[in-house]
């Protein structure tokens, strides 16, 4: 397959995924919203929990929510599900044709692990399988009868995995693997227990029966814990365009802060929406704030300092860049997986070393982003001898 239809394919199934991925998010931010926002008034029809009066787009809207069901349903019930599904459809498609069918480029790097690419696909799925099914079973154990025991497990869970990941895949595989990892327990939590769950009790209703209430209760679990997810895994979505994320040493640490900023902006824009008195909710800005500092911290450039009276001349770089860089970085690369430079970027001259001189002291010098999968294995010492040399420029 060629790299212009491999390229169509990448794009055509991005967007796809980008759209049904906002109406996902969309809905599951409004949902618990609303459910924070249902209120208890002196006169609700029987069975009714609470309601919400809203207004948008000049009208105005009166929703209510029942704690069970209602006595009978309407034949047009609106469900609430083909967006979930379809964002990790499309997510899995985009990681077959992004990392899966460019595994050497993209989700190996074998200074981590040298792996081949029926390997590292192997390990990927199984990966996302087995994370679904202990996540699993810990909500269904003793230690999910807890909302904090369970978060700190699922914490716990989703931090191990990154540091599995880091020390199995390249940085921007093993970032995404994070995402895919997160999105799995996500898109599963609606088709193999919200929906499953919402469709027995519907059964019950029609069959004139009570509806179980632990079902809605399990629902309701694990869609909070979908809405709590969302801010993180969007940061591990995009997180292939910023290599001092991925490249850096402890790269599994910097998934964890992710997590606590994420979830923390999310539990304060939550228990706002609940209108807490705001003392309840005002730890989560401290949290938030140490997380994005420590984050900063972490990533803050570092020099890479040569020897003393080590220097590096321009056909020692040229050397080095056509060992590394001009397989993909060239009028006309040799790499398989390009028919043009990567963005129009060449680096077969001094010049164009120069012209480009920001990009690669941070995917190349201070990141590992570059080379993709590291073929070659280029060294610290060659990094840093390439970064003497653009500082030197």
């Known amino acids: 397959m060629s790299a212009f239809v491999v390229d169509w394919l990448n794009l055509l199934i991005r967007w796809s995924h980008l759209i049904v991925g906002i109406g996902w998010i969309g809905t599951s931010f409004y949902f618990i919203a609303l459910d924070l926002s249902l209120k208890k008034r002196e006169q609700m029809n029987p069975g009714v929990y609470g309601t919400a009066w809203e207004v948008h787009g000049g ?21 609430y599900k083909w967006e979930a599904y379809l964002t990790w459809v499309s997510g899995f498609l985009l990681l077959i044709v992004q990392y899966y069918w460019n595994a050497n480029s993209f989700l190996i790097d074998r200074s981590v692990m040298p792996l081949l690419p029926s390997q590292a696909i192997v390990i990927s799925m199984l990966s996302l399988v087995g994370g679904w099914l202990i996540y699993d079973r810990l909500c269904k154990s003793a230690l999910g009868r807890s909302t904090p025991v369970l978060a700190v497990c699922l914490f716990v869970l989703i931090v191990g995995a990154a540091y599995l990941f880091t ?21 599963v939590n609606v088709f193999g227990i919200i929906v499953p769950n919402q469709r027995k009790i519907v059964a019950s209703l029609m069959a004139h029966e009570p509806p179980d209430p632990r079902l809605g209760a399990i629902g309701k679990q694990r869609s909070v814990h979908n809405n709590y997810l969302t801010l993180p895994v969007l940061v591990m979505m995009v997180s292939n365009h910023y290599p001092f994320l991925t490249s850096h040493p402890q790269s599994w640490m910097i998934v964890a802060f992710i997590l606590l900023l994420g979830g923390s902006i999310r539990h304060f824009l939550n228990r706002h929406e609940a209108h807490d008195p705001f003392l309840k909710f005002a730890w989560t800005l401290p949290v938030a704030i140490v997380a994005l500092g420590v984050l900063i911290a972490m990533t803050a450039p570092k020099e890479m300092a040569l020897q ?20 993909c970085h060239a009028t006309r690369p040799t790499h398989d997986g390009f028919d043009a430079p990567p963005k129009g970027v060449m680096l077969q001259t001094t010049a164009e070393l120069v012209q480009h001189k920001d990009q690669i002291i941070a995917q190349a010098v201070q990141g590992r982003a570059m080379p993709l999968g590291n073929e070659h294995g280029m060294t610290d010492e060659e990094r840093k001898r390439l970064g003497a040399w653009l500082q030197s420029h």
């Open 167 to 187: 020390h199995v895949f390249s940085g921007r595989g093993a970032f995404i693997h994070v995402g895919a990892f997160i999105g799995t327990i996500m898109a």
């Open 308 to 327: 003393p009276g080590v220097t590096v001349s321009d056909a020692d770089v040229l050397a080095l860049t056509a060992k590394h860089c001009t397989m």
């Open 59 to 79: 009208g105005f809207y009166h929703v209510e929510k029942y704690l069970v069901a209602p006595p009978a349903l309407p034949s047009d019930l609106i469900w």
